[in-house]
Each structure stands twice: as structure tokens, then as C-alpha cells.
């Protein structure tokens, strides 16, 4: 005979709490969904399904414990598990708008967006959003019921919060689970609802919500605010808030992971010869200075001017990507100029006859 503790690994005077989340590890791990074809493993489920059923039910588990495999009655070999355990296993009441079984539903989760600029979401923010929400109603606090009334078991489901119907399966009995229809799964009524929110416990409310941006958030990630979502019909625990961060482009800086992206255009006479200006940082203007015979494309690295790591610490790097304007056009004299210039570092350029400087001439004339 198997032992029933052994087999969902605890010990026999585990809690029930215990049990329940023994069960629900190893639903997950054996569930024959997660594994296709596994003989062993579809087995080993049953018999877990089967062990927890029976350990479950506190009266069972007396008999059991008392009189051992031969004490479990109706839960024989061929009894299958419950269904709504089975799905409790693996959302675990969890998700969008989910809820336990025997009690006020969890409320929704909602979703907003907030608009940040680069500074901002570089160093975080506090910002106020405000929404149209669900919220707990003034006249009954959330309860559902008239002031001074209160929420009774319903006589559908005994305060359980489903209803379950027993069919026979080629592996036994089998036992679904459904929210009762009555209570909508809550296991409890209100007798007498509130005049005000007709019972839900909840109003229409406008709420102004206020939101921690953390430092090195990037467009496009999530904030959530566990518990500021909207509220829970008749006092249930309120859904979860998340925002979405939206980050505006920034007119001279480009973000790449913690790393921002500069790109100066400076004249070729500066290139050649060198110079000083400044750049826009997250912290302010700050000088640089390009070193004579510059050539395009060259890569000025700031260190520690970049945007600070989410949830951790340091800053990124400031990359200035350096880039020489060729002027297009020139006047008569600066393209002599150009000239000398290219005679004296013995540079082949287009005769003035057929080239270039004979169309500036016959544009301007010549000197």
C-alpha cells in the first residue's frame, strides 16, 4: 500500500495548508498536459489526484489515519480528483479579475499609461494619474448591504461557493465544479442590498493615483501597483494597477539600454583644426573638446553621463558620435583658398579650366 503523505511528500501531521500546496507543485510537474505521452508520469498524477482527495477532507483523513487504505470508503481506487482542485492547483485563484473559491471575487486589474520625458524616466518621478474606477461603496463600506445588515452563507452552495456534480467515467467517478449560480461562486447573499450600489458594493469613483517612477525605466515597461486597481464587489480584495511607461523622444540624445547617443556635426576647419562647444546632457550642458585631425565618424565617450540602472546601481556612458559637414557650396574666394591649401600639401584637385573653380568663376566672375 502506497502511503498517501509519502506520496505527496509531507509529513503526517502536515497542515492542511501544506498539503494543499504539496499537491499543487506536484499537479504541475505530473499533469499529463505537461507531459504528452508520459505513462509514468499521467500514473503518478492519478495517484497524487486520488492521495489529495482523500487528505483533503478532514473526516476522510480521520479515517484514513485511523484505519489506513482500507478507511478510505468512497474515495477507492477509481474516484478521480476534483476538478475545481485541479484548477486551483495551477492558477491558484490568480490573473486578471481571478478569485478564490468561498468568498468576495478579487476585482480587475486595470491598465493606464503614463508620458515621460528622457530626464524623468532617466532619474524617476512621482506623477499623479487619475482614473475612472470602481471604488468601495460610502453608504454600506463595500459590504453590499444596508447599513446595519450583513452578508449571509448562501443556502445554494452551504458558503462553499460552488456547486459539483458526481458522473461515472471509465476511470470512476468524476467530480466537476462550477461557481454556484446563485452566489456567482462568493459562497455568500445579501438579503438586503444596498440602495446606493444595488448590492455590488462597489461605485463609479474618479481617483487620483499617485505613481513612484523608479530611475532607468525605458519606454515600453511596466509598473505594477499591487492593490490600487479597482475594488472587489461586496468588500473582496481590490485587482492591481499597471502602468504603462511611454517615453518621449529627447531632441539631441538617443537611448540605447543605459548608454545615450549624441551625434555632433562639426565643420571640416574644425575637424582639421580642433575645437571646443557644448552638448546636451541628462545633468546639463557640458564642454568638449575635439582634438585637431578629427575624422568622421570618431567616438567620444563620457563616462558615467548615461542613464542609471534600473534597480541597481551606476550609470551608463555618454557617446558623442562626431560627424564633418563638407560644405556644398563655396564662394569664388573660398574655393581659392581650398586650392592653396591643396597645392601646399601637394593634393591633386580639378583644374580651374575644367573643374570646380572654373564654374565659380564663371558664376562670380574673376578676381
Known sequence: ??????????????TDDEIKRAYRQLARELHPDANPGDVASEERFKEVSAAYEVLRDPERRRRYDTFGDEGRGAAGGGEAFGFGDLFDAFFSGGGFGGGGRGGPPRGQDAETTVQLDLVEAAFGVTTTVELDLPGPCDRCDGSGGEPGTHAEQCPECGGSGEGRQIRKSILGQLVTAAPCFRCEGSGQVVPNPCTQCRGDGRVRTRREIEVEVPAGIDDGQRLRLPGRGPAAPRG????????????????????????????????????????????????????????????????????GRGVPVLNGRGRGDLIVEINVDVPHKLSAEEAELLAQFASLRGEEIDPPETGFFSKLRSAFGDR
Open 1 to 14: 500500500m502506497t502511503d498517501f503523505y509519502e506520496l505527496l511528500g509531507v509529513a503526517p501531521n502536515a
Open 236 to 303: 473582496g480584495v481590490a485587482g492591481d494597477l499597471y502602468v504603462l511607461v511611454r517615453v518621449r523622444s529627447h531632441p539631441t540624445l538617443e537611448r540605447h539600454g543605459v548608454d545615450l547617443v549624441h551625434r555632433s556635426t562639426i565643420a571640416m576647419t574644425q575637424a582639421a583644426l580642433g575645437a571646443s562647444f557644448d552638448i546636451d546632457t541628462l545633468d546639463g550642458e557640458e564642454r568638449i573638446t575635439v582634438e585637431p585631425g578629427t575624422q568622421p565618424g570618431h567616438l567620444l565617450r563620457l563616462r
